[in-house]
């Protein structure tokens, strides 16, 4: 017998399937079939809740995306972090270094899939764009880098390079303190 829908945890549950589904499947977006079965509820539940799927991708990539926020609270919380710490620990929780962040960044790339064809996921990609930008842009101009957004608009673009290659050649593939040691080399050095 299926279990009783509960809201929240039902729906978050359903996340966490699209996540899983869509890691073990390499970005192609699972059937509602697939994705009831993997969330144990059945399909009538699920499109009851999700009326189509671009819905449910927008649920498990708002999903997803308040995971890592909470990730990077915690992370944040531990106490003052140079501007480095910071950069490092955020980049870190964006790529995808364990079957948790694996999930999310299938979503994520699954997500900017659909952007590419889809206006009002265009704008959710640039508003969430924007917020990474921020983040980022604040970390540079407390590491005193000449040009904070350029710094931020380039280390988005390069965890994005990252994010891929960790999926598919694995974690060794990236080296992230070349990319810091690079973009927040000191004003004077050549």
């Known amino acids: 017998m299926r279990e009783r829908w509960v809201p929240d945890a039902r729906r978050n549950a ?19 079939r697939e994705i009831a079965a993997e969330a144990g509820v059945t ?3 699920l499109q009851h809740h999700f009326g ?27 106490g003052a972090r140079s501007p480095r ?5 955020i980049v870190t929780e964006l790529l995808p270094l364990d079957e948790e962040r694996a999930a999310e960044t299938s979503v994520a790339k699954a997500f ?5 064809t889809d206006p009002g996921f265009a704008a959710h990609y640039r508003a969430q764009r924007e917020i990474l930008l ?3 842009g604040e970390q540079f101009a407390r590491a005193d880098v000449p040009d904070p957004s350029a710094a931020a608009t380039i280390l988005v673009q390069v965890i994005e390079g990252m994010r891929t290659d960790c999926l598919l050649l694995g974690p060794d593939a990236v080296d992230l303190d070349a990319v810091l040691d ?9």
């Open 182 to 190: 690079r973009l927040l080399r000191p004003r004077d050095t050549p």
């Open 134 to 136: 921020g983040l980022l």
């Open 43 to 45: 399909t009538g539940t």
């Open 112 to 116: 900017v899939s659909r952007a590419a």
């Open 14 to 32: 359903v996340a966490d399937a699209v996540g899983r589904l869509l890691m073990r499947g390499h970005g192609t977006f699972p059937g509602m």
């Open 52 to 78: 189509t799927k671009d819905d449910l991708l927008l649920f498990a990539l708002e999903h997803h995306c308040r995971r890592c926020a909470e990730r990077l609270t915690a992370r944040t919380e531990e």
């Open 85 to 89: 710490q910071a950069l490092s620990a």
